[in-house]
Nanobody, 126 residues
Framework: QVQLVESGGGLVQAGGSLRLSCAASGRPSEYVMGWFRQAPGKEREFVATISRSGSRTDYTHSVQGRFTISRDDAANTVYLQMNSLEPEDTAVYSC????????????????????WGPGTQVTVSS
């Protein structure tokens, strides 16, 4: 089992940047990691995912070219670098994990993940 804790959220102006961190307990190298977000009044949605190897990633269309997911298993941390932030990016951002035998596998579906962090608030002002 893995426990996840996010940090790095906050208030930023449109066009600014934030880097979210997700600290994981256990053996995070055994897990596919993902970032999801939930805006007020909306359902939680997929943002980004990274394979166990770190060599494969995927993003939702609206953040491609602006967000970058990465992992540092030695530090037990997954990151989400968010650049050129827009007011539409305002949401609670949560990281998620699931085990996988295939080091190249990654998942975009919310229901594919077993473990979730409590989330961190990101607010982008216009």
């Amino acid at each position: 089992q893995v426990q996840l804790v996010e940090s790095g959220g906050g208030l930023v102006q449109a066009g600014g940047s934030l880097r979210l961190s997700c600290a994981a307990s256990g053996r995070p190298s055994e897990y596919v990691m993902g970032w999801f977000r939930q805006a007020p009044g909306k359902e939680r949605e997929f943002v980004a995912t990274i394979s166990r190897s770190g060599s494969r990633t995927d993003y939702t269309h609206s953040v491609q070219g602006r967000f970058t997911i990465s992992r540092d298993d030695a530090a037990n941390t997954v990151y989400l670098q968010m650049n050129s932030l827009e007011p539409e990016d305002t949401a609670v951002y949560s990281c998620a994990a699931r085990s996988a035998l295939n080091k190249l596998a990654y998942y975009t579906r919310l229901d594919a993940y077993y473990y979730w962090g409590p989330g961190t608030q990101v607010t982008v002002s216009s």
